[in-house]
């Protein structure tokens, strides 16, 4: 898992690592990724944190270097799946730039906030065969949920726990 949200770095703090080299350290030439990437608690995941912001994160995403680690971590990991966790598509220009160098993209669309055009804009923008799939997420529970989705999994999990009703 690699943060490249070179503004407001957030995968660090997640997994409680408070180190301060990373990502914009290697693409800046100050430092090995074999010397950044942390492993955690669970299996086969790690981590390349972003490291202290840097003046020019469009510039560094889109570097050689940095496509060199693309492949370079996808060569070294071929039993794994690499993701490149970026900022918003209409926030920062590098989150474009990422979505060149990379194989596919999942889109993380925030209900409330991503309207369907802005929606259809990324689509278009990244390209329709880039997109591998796409994730809802900050749904708010509502009515239909409440009364028919939630009403539901509670009477399958008393099945399952032998006492039907």
């Not at 990991?77 to 920062?92: M, N």
């Not at 989150?95 to 596919?104: C, E, H, I, N, T």
């Not at 799939?133 to 999990?157: A, D, P, V, W």
Request: glycine share 6%; with cysteine.
């Amino acid at each position: 898992l690699v943060d490249c949200d070179l503004r407001l770095p957030s995968l660090a703090k997640l997994f409680f690592f408070f180190y301060s080299k990373g990502l914009a350290d290697y693409l800046r030439n100050k430092a090995e990724m074999v010397d950044l990437i942390r492993k955690t608690s669970m299996e086969k995941l790690s981590i390349l944190a972003s490291g202290i912001p840097p003046a020019n994160p469009a510039e560094l995403l889109g570097s050689a270097r940095m496509h060199g680690l693309v492949g370079e971590l996808s060569s070294r990991y071929p039993d794994r799946f690499v993701i490149f966790d970026s900022p918003p598509l209409q926030v920062a220009s590098e989150s474009m730039v990422l979505a060149q160098v990379v194989d596919g993209v999942v889109l993380v669309v925030r209900y409330g906030v991503s309207t369907r055009s802005l929606v259809e804009k990324a689509i278009e923008e990244i390209g329709k065969q880039k997109i591998i799939g796409m994730i809802f997420n900050g749904h708010k529970e509502n009515f239909i949920t409440s009364r028919f989705i939630n009403k539901n999994y509670l009477y399958y999990e008393d099945y399952y726990r032998g006492k039907k009703k």
